[in-house]
């Protein structure tokens, strides 16, 4: 663990306090924590802060996530079709080239 000065918003301050009595951030943040079978420490600011962070931290990773499957789905779908059908071209020659020569290995064995 590392130990960082941050200054915040006021908005994150009155979030930071409101933690710190039973609300319904508190339940929602209790909630998160449980579905990943922990249990937050909320006893100080310091420590509704870092849980603050970790709700932060997993739910920017989330979206990076999401948005590298959309970049993956876009280049699927839409980029690499012409890249797509020049394979399937290359494997159907092949296939094409395949036959011949084993035709052509077969009537050689009549």
Request: net charge negative; aromatic share 6%; charged share 30%.
């Given at each position: 663990?590392?130990?960082?000065?941050?200054?915040?918003?006021?908005?994150?301050?009155?979030?930071?306090?409101?933690?710190?009595?039973?609300?319904?951030?508190?339940?929602?943040?209790?909630?998160?924590?449980?579905?990943r079978g922990q249990t937050p420490d909320l006893?100080?600011?310091?420590?509704?802060?870092?849980?603050?962070?970790?709700?932060a931290d997993a739910t920017l990773r989330d979206?990076?996530?999401?948005?590298?499957?959309?970049?993956?789905?876009?280049?699927?779908?839409?980029?690499?079709?012409?890249?797509?059908?020049?394979?399937?071209?290359?494997?159907?020659?092949?296939?094409?080239?395949?036959?011949?020569?084993?035709?052509?290995?077969?009537?050689?064995?009549?």
């Open positions: 663990m590392k130990r960082m000065s941050v200054t915040v918003t006021d908005g994150v301050a009155d979030t930071v306090q409101e933690l710190g009595t039973e609300s319904v951030l508190r339940k929602a943040l209790e909630i998160w924590y449980a579905q006893s100080s600011e310091g420590a509704r802060l870092r849980a603050m962070l970790d709700v979206i990076c996530l999401e948005i590298g499957y959309e970049h993956m789905a876009t280049w699927h779908n839409g980029e690499a079709a012409a890249e797509r059908a020049t394979h399937r071209a290359r494997r159907a020659r092949s296939v094409e080239e395949w036959t011949a020569e084993e035709s052509a290995q077969a009537g050689g064995r009549r």
